[in-house]
């Protein structure tokens, strides 16, 4: 994980980082912010260099750029963070990507993995929220990914060990959702937003 710390001009509103383990609800919590609050939020599209997958659309997902225009992005300190999962994969939030949604009188939210959403708060510090999607039990989120019926038995006890791993640094969070039934897990989240208005 590779880090800019020259942002402190990039933002004054509050902005809101997501993580959860697999199967937790992660993107139903941000949709639902998207949903009661459209004038609120944005989410923010992050680059990578690997190709879109099936459906994937330039822009909304993702911002699918070269391994050759990231490298120059990098080079013209144009990230907020970035990683390199691999050689020639590469992952980033792009500092214009915040200043967009704020232009727009928006506030930002980040979907992000567990590891990448601790970054980012460290990095932004007090003008971040971050929030936890949290499971009410390991085995309650087993049941979830195999009702999903798209998932190997064999991916889902890799999803669930990385969940067991992630669940441990929770503690890094300023808040946690216990997803246990989503009228509950939407009560808390809408309470977490207002109390930041």
Same mark, same amino acid.
């Given at each position: 994980?590779?880090?800019?710390?020259?942002?402190?001009?990039?933002?004054?509103?509050?902005?809101?980082?997501?993580?959860?383990?697999?199967?937790? &609800?992660?993107?139903?919590?941000?949709?639902?912010?998207?949903? /009661?609050?459209?004038? $609120?939020?944005?989410?923010?599209?992050?680059?990578?260099?690997?190709?879109?997958?099936?459906?994937?659309?330039?822009?909304?997902?993702?911002?699918?750029?070269?391994?050759?225009?990231? +490298?120059? #992005?990098?080079?013209?300190?144009?990230?907020?963070?970035?990683? $390199?999962?691999?050689? &020639?994969?590469?992952?980033?939030?792009?500092?214009?990507?915040? /200043? !967009?949604?704020?232009?727009?009188?928006? $506030?930002?939210?980040?979907?992000?993995?567990?590891?990448? &959403?601790?970054?980012?708060? !460290?990095?932004?510090?007090? #003008?971040?929220?971050?929030?936890?999607?949290?499971?009410?039990?390991?085995?309650?989120?087993? !049941?979830?990914?195999? &009702?999903?019926?798209? /998932?190997?038995?064999?991916?889902?006890?890799?999803?669930?060990?990385?969940?067991?791993?992630?669940?441990?640094?929770? +503690?890094?969070?300023?808040?946690?959702?216990?997803?246990? /039934?989503?009228?509950?897990?939407?009560? +808390?989240?809408?309470?977490?937003?207002?109390?930041?208005?």
């Amino acid at each position: 994980m590779y880090s800019n710390p020259n942002i402190q001009h990039l933002t004054s509103n509050m902005i809101y980082i997501f993580c959860a383990p697999s199967g937790s &609800g992660k993107s139903t919590m941000v949709k639902h912010l998207l949903h /009661t609050y459209p004038n $609120q939020f944005e989410l923010s599209v992050s680059c990578t260099t690997r190709p879109p997958r099936g459906q994937e659309v330039h822009g909304k997902e993702y911002y699918f750029i070269s391994v050759d225009e990231f +490298q120059e #992005r990098i080079k013209n300190n144009e990230f907020i963070e970035y990683e $390199q999962v691999y050689e &020639g994969l590469y992952y980033g939030t792009l500092k214009e990507e915040i /200043t !967009r949604i704020e232009k727009a009188g928006k $506030q930002v939210l980040f979907d992000v993995d567990v590891k990448g &959403g601790i970054n980012l708060k !460290r990095l932004l510090g007090e #003008r971040a929220t971050s929030i936890f999607i949290c499971p009410p039990s390991i085995d309650e989120l087993r !049941r979830r990914l195999i &009702g999903r019926g798209d /998932t190997s038995p064999e991916m889902i006890e890799k999803r669930i060990a990385k969940a067991a791993i992630e669940m441990e640094d929770m +503690q890094h969070f300023d808040c946690i959702v216990t997803n246990d /039934t989503l009228a509950h897990a939407f009560e +808390q989240l809408d309470a977490i937003v207002k109390s930041n208005i």
